[in-house]
Nanobody, 119 residues
Framework: QVQLVESGGGLVQPGGSLRLSCAASGSIVIINAMGWYRQAPGKQRESVATFIRGGSTNYTDSVKGRFTISRDNAKNTVYLQMNSLKPEDTAVYYC?????????????WGQGTAVTVSS
């Protein structure tokens, strides 16, 4: 009923930049929270950057000042601009959203996009 499609991952050298995109589609009435998580090999999934109710943003400490989350409400799309990338940013990045469809709320995950930071 609702899909999140991510794009923009890839291989980048340390210090480089990438921009991730996540587009939501389906029977969407409203999107409450939307953001990015990541999971590195052998580690638990963690929140990276999210929009919460009211439009406020949260960033995990390790990406503050380097990553910026933004969104286009008209397109139901959220972006993650990642600058000054470090090898420890290597992970699969997942988009997540709390979405209202006509009869209930859903928590939806994207399929993930891999980011590798390596020289």
């Amino acid at each position: 009923q609702v899909q999140l499609v991510e794009s923009g991952g890839g291989l980048v050298q340390p210090g480089g930049s990438l921009r991730l995109s996540c587009a939501a589609s389906g029977s969407i009435v409203i999107i409450n929270a939307m953001g990015w998580y990541r999971q590195a090999p052998g580690k638990q999934r963690e929140s990276v950057a999210t929009f919460i109710r009211g439009g406020s943003t949260n960033y995990t400490d390790s990406v503050k000042g380097r990553f910026t989350i933004s969104r286009d409400n008209a397109k139901n799309t959220v972006y993650l601009q990642m600058n000054s990338l470090k090898p420890e940013d290597t992970a699969v990045y997942y988009c997540n959203a709390d979405v209202r469809i006509p009869d209930r709320w859903l928590e939806v995950w994207g399929q993930g996009t891999a980011v590798t930071v390596s020289s």
